[in-house]
């Protein structure tokens, strides 16, 4: 079974302070990706990567930068958090560049104070 | 207006029911068509995926893709107390990147 990890499941920061989410994979899977969930937002993609040192941007980057520096793992930084970042945020992976399965994380749920 | 859009919810059904679960979309590029469930405080899992326009079933759940009145629907029969989850749909003209509906909360009672 493919198993996505996430760092934690719960976090809460301080407005400003700078926030590592990291997502690790172990299925030696080629695509990554970082969406967050809101209510009545659904998920909406904040980045994802293609190969180690790639990275794009997905529909809401802004606030937010990745890292990829091995394959399975991928981190999702917050520079400054804020309060509208608070969120649950979740990370996938799928095995190639094709119509693959998504397969998630069990989401970080963060809340910016 | 949204790529995707799909009745919140929620929705309640007596066991057994058959639910049916839709979402539209405006982008008439997408190609790929999934349905993802998520559970309470779980990612979502992959449920059912149908490429281009016609229906596709899996047990007590078929999918159908209707690209010329770019609509999707999920139909589960025989709904059971497991079911009871969010149901998320999902679409995608380059099979990489994916635009989810907001999600459809479903509960079915015993």
């Known amino acids: 079974d493919v198993k996505v990890t996430q760092s934690s499941r719960y976090l809460v920061k301080r407005t400003g302070e700078k926030v590592f989410l990291e997502c690790v994979q172990d299925?030696?899977?080629?695509?990554m990706f970082w969406y967050r969930q809101d209510p009545g937002l659904g998920l909406r993609l904040i980045y994802f990567s293609y190969d180690v040192k790639m990275k794009e941007k997905g529909d809401i980057p802004e606030g937010y930068s990745v890292s990829r520096e091995k394959k399975e793992r991928f981190s999702l930084i917050l520079e400054s958090a804020s309060t509208n970042q608070t969120s649950m945020y979740l990370c996938?992976?799928?095995?190639?560049?094709?119509?693959?399965?998504?397969?998630f994380g069990p989401g970080t749920r963060l809340t910016v104070t | 207006q949204k790529e995707v859009e799909q009745d919140p919810g929620p929705l309640s059904v007596p066991e057994g029911a058959i639910v049916s679960l839709n979402c539209t979309y405006s982008n008439s590029a997408f190609q790929y068509f999934m349905w993802y469930r998520q559970y309470s405080r779980k990612g979502p899992e992959l449920l059912m995926y149908t490429y281009s326009s016609g229906n596709k079933e899996d047990g007590r759940f078929t999918a159908q893709v209707d690209k010329s009145s770019k609509y999707i629907s999920l139909f589960i029969r025989d709904s059971q107390p497991s079911d009871s989850a969010t149901y998320l749909c999902a679409m995608s003209y380059t099979g990489n990147q994916f635009y989810f509906g907001t999600g459809t909360s479903l509960t079915v009672i015993p």
């Open positions: 299925m030696d899977h080629e695509n």
């Open positions: 996938a992976s799928t095995e190639g560049a094709g119509p693959y399965e998504q397969y």
